[in-house]
């Protein structure tokens, strides 16, 4: 028996639906993914299922909405014309495998009025040409929601026409420069066979003709890029990778032009066309390692939703575009509808899905008054949220824009990179005058082919990819996790860390205290205490207001004044109160509890204790075995930070740390020469956070400590920290890897190309192999590590 739906792999439920295809009972884990594999089989299109490498996404029995697709507004903002009708990119996340892009492709040509389709299993994307006229296009997105293919906007017709307009261009130089490449080889091949020399001069001549028709529009327009990086670079007056390889091009390519006018012995057409084709080539698998790496960016894209359903005053609902969307309205999720813009939940509970924001794989349960992201879908119960924030102000819109500036870092070892290839170009230019002098004197024939083999095999290419390809990669690879890195160089720094210290409030603990019970109450009722301990802490950012929110009707405080890793104080109805340690609310012995108190003395004692993170101890013992040494270094009284110490196996402890306190131990270990790392989210944590050697903040911390952090963990997982040390780690390891045989390859090809023992069309091979190799090692990195 089955124990995974036919579909799309998932477990079967107790009672599996079960349905006979071509003779054979197959068992499904709902009606929907039923109703797809029946209409597959109907359309003939079951090869889907043998040529498949990977199970398709489920099939909501309940077809989402699609009808907005058909509204203008948005039309107009993501479609463009056509001859004959629109044309529409849409992005979905159940594409696993090139046979889910061919089964795409063949479901809408079967739906009338579409007139062109194309999917694309690696970027999610699916290009749909239809006439409006004859089939609307939320027909054709249902078809796609039917096969378990739910649709999502994509990042504007705009920009998907320049990305379009750029990957076709870059395709077609590619092809240029293939063709050119085979047509030359196979002339030069001819050229090269007639070593006696007896091919009649007119034959010979027609042949060369012939090839500088065909390398001309390679070197010039194939190889634009390298001509345009080549100006770039002399204007800034430096020297790079684009300078060698537009001047190497170009010398052969106007040598051979020369030596064909002047009926010269060799031309080398051939080496240019070449080294234009296979640069192109590993270009463009730097560019997809670029492009696996910024995925996320596609993700966060695809998670906003054109329409959102809006209450209106009287109970009635609309559909608006989430643009219209201000703080304050009332919001319904459907069932598997993404969330428009954050908010909170206003009543009952329901389960959201916030794997693309936080790398967590299960839907996080929420109840009334708990916060809700953008970007986050509704599973299994719909929802009603209030808006709190729409548009930039939105956490999705965060991470949009800390996304896109990892990925702008140029961080030190890039830049240093950098400089090295340029001085190794300037020491090529003057060993490849020496050697060609050399040559000149000794077999002047060769003298320019052995040249153009050096400067071809020795282009830097491979140096100056070894680190940003790897960096571009482990970006990606921690954007899958949830982890952000928001400075320059904060890879480098982590994958060198010996010590992690971490805060307790809010990091190992769940940052939520809970109120378990009030004693010691003189001259004031427990209820009293309770609402004048709210009225304090109703305006607090501290993760100890949490414990008194649920208090009713408290009185206003005025004139509040927070004093950190103490507490606070304020004035209530003329009397000036005070909540925090027992040394600063009552002037006695700190004994770990929360102490009110005004200028008569104690008042109440609250007990307040902090759950620890469901996942922190697993996440502590992965960086002990990754032989770190773990500190704690908190606020809180030393009792409970003794217990969650004891319980996470964590030695070295320390409580009622200030945030001074805190920033100084951080310095200790640095004067002792460690690495370190800092775990926080709160505002207290803001300082330390910034003085360690990196930091990595909660996501759902302070806005001020994720500023002063080098990465932000957008999840609740803290086993995103060892996942992220281990990736830094292994991009280190391969930056090394990539350096090495950069700089290896180079030291054995110079002297074999300075000798003559590589022809120009053999040293182009060579150094595309190279370039091609370092890529390649960079996308091992793009594994998901275990978190």
């Not at 028996?1 to 884990?29: K, T, Y």
């Not at 005058?433 to 282009?459: K, M, N």
């Not at 830097?460 to 790897?470: R, T």
Request: glycine letters at 8%; charged letters at 20%.
């Amino acid at each position: 028996m089955p124990a995974a739906c036919h579909h799309c792999g998932e477990p079967l439920p107790q009672a599996p639906v079960r349905l006979p295809l071509d003779g054979v009972e197959q068992a499904f884990c709902c009606d929907g993914c039923a109703a797809a594999a029946r209409w597959i089989r109907d359309a003939d299109l079951d090869d889907y299922y043998r040529l498949r490498s990977a199970p398709g996404g489920r099939v909501d029995a309940d077809a989402p909405a699609l009808a907005a697709w058909d509204r203008e507004e948005l039309l107009a903002g993501h479609a463009r014309a056509i001859e004959g009708g629109r044309e529409i990119t849409v992005l979905t996340d159940g594409m696993r495998c090139a046979a889910c892009a061919w089964l795409i492709d063949r479901a809408l040509a079967r739906e009338d009025g579409v007139l062109d389709t194309s999917a694309n299993a690696i970027t999610g994307r699916i290009r749909i040409a239809w006439d409006p006229a004859r089939a609307r296009l939320s027909q054709l997105l249902a078809r796609l929601a039917a096969l378990g293919y739910r649709p999502y906007l994509a990042t504007g017709e705009a920009r998907e026409r320049a990305r379009r307009a750029a990957r076709n261009r870059d395709l077609l130089r590619i092809g240029l420069a293939g063709l050119g490449a085979m047509q030359a080889m196979m002339f030069a091949e001819a050229l090269y066979l007639d070593t006696r020399g007896e091919m009649p001069l007119p034959t010979r001549d027609f042949f060369r003709w012939i090839t500088f028709l065909v390398s001309t529009p390679v070197v010039f327009w194939a190889g634009w890029p390298f001509l345009v990086g080549a100006w770039h670079e002399l204007r800034g007056r430096r020297l790079g990778m684009d300078t060698l390889v537009a001047g190497s091009t170009l010398l052969a390519w106007a040598a051979s032009t020369w030596e064909t006018v002047r009926g010269g012995v060799h031309v080398w057409f051939d080496a240019a066309v070449m080294f234009v084709f296979l640069l192109l080539v590993a270009r463009q698998l730097e560019q997809r390692a670029r492009s696996i790496a910024s995925a996320q960016v596609d993700a966060l894209a695809r998670a906003r939703p054109a329409f959102a359903t809006r209450e209106r005053q009287d109970g009635s609902r609309e559909s608006v575009p989430v643009d219209a969307l201000a703080v304050g309205d009332v919001v319904r999720i459907a069932v598997g509808e993404p969330v428009p813009a954050d908010g909170v939940l206003l009543e009952g509970e329901a389960r959201f899905e916030e794997s693309l924001l936080t790398g967590e794989s299960t839907p996080v349960a929420k109840r009334a008054g708990d916060p809700v992201y953008a970007g986050t879908a509704c599973r299994e119960s719909a929802a009603r949220m209030r808006i709190t924030g729409v548009g930039t102000g939105t956490r999705l819109a965060e991470l949009v824009r800390l996304v896109e500036t990892a990925q702008a870092h140029r961080p030190a070892l890039a830049r240093s990179t950098e400089r090295i290839a340029g001085w190794f170009v300037a020491g090529l230019l003057v060993v490849a005058t020496a050697v060609y002098a050399w040559w000149r004197v000794h077999d002047p024939a060769r003298a320019f082919e052995v040249v153009l083999s050096l400067l071809v095999i020795s282009c830097p290419c491979a140096l100056s990819l070894a680190v940003p390809a790897a960096l571009a990669a482990a970006h990606g690879a921690l954007a899958k996790i949830g982890v952000l890195a928001v400075r320059p160089d904060a890879l480098e720094r982590l994958a060198r860390v010996t010590d992690v210290v971490f805060d307790k409030t809010g990091t190992l603990g769940d940052g939520k205290p809970h109120l378990q019970g009030i004693d010691s109450c003189m001259g004031i009722d427990a209820d009293a205490a309770l609402r004048i301990a709210a009225a304090l802490e109703r305006d607090s950012n501290h993760p100890l207001a949490a414990a008194f929110a649920g208090i009713a009707d408290p009185p206003a405080a005025g004139d509040l004044r927070a004093v950190a890793g103490q507490g606070l104080e304020g004035t209530i109805d003329g009397i000036r109160w005070r909540i925090g340690t027992a040394p600063f609310a009552v002037g006695g012995e700190d004994d770990g509890a929360v102490w009110l108190g005004n200028a008569e003395g104690a008042r109440a004692r609250f007990l307040i204790a902090e759950q620890e993170r469901p996942d922190a101890a697993r996440a502590v013992a992965r960086l002990r075995a990754q032989g770190l040494a773990l500190h704690l270094a908190s606020g809180d009284a030393a009792t409970p930070v003794a217990r969650l110490a004891k319980a996470m196996g964590i030695a070295d402890a320390h409580a009622r740390q200030s945030p001074q306190d805190k920033l100084a131990r951080v310095r200790a270990l640095q004067d002792a020469g460690r690495i370190v790392a800092m775990v926080g989210d709160g505002l207290n944590d803001a300082p330390v956070l910034a003085g360690a050697d990196v930091s990595l903040a909660i996501g759902d911390g302070a806005a001020l400590a994720q500023r002063s952090a080098d990465l932000v963990l957008s999840g609740r997982s803290l086993g995103n920290v060892p996942a992220a040390i281990d990736i830094a780690r292994r991009t280190r390891r391969i930056v090394r890897e990539n350096l090495a045989w950069a700089i290896g390859y180079n030291l054995l090809a110079l002297p074999l190309a300075a000798t003559g023992r590589v022809t120009p069309w053999l040293a182009a091979l060579g150094m595309a192999l190279s370039s091609l190799l370092v890529t390649a090692n960079a996308l091992r990195l793009i594994r998901r590590p275990a978190t």
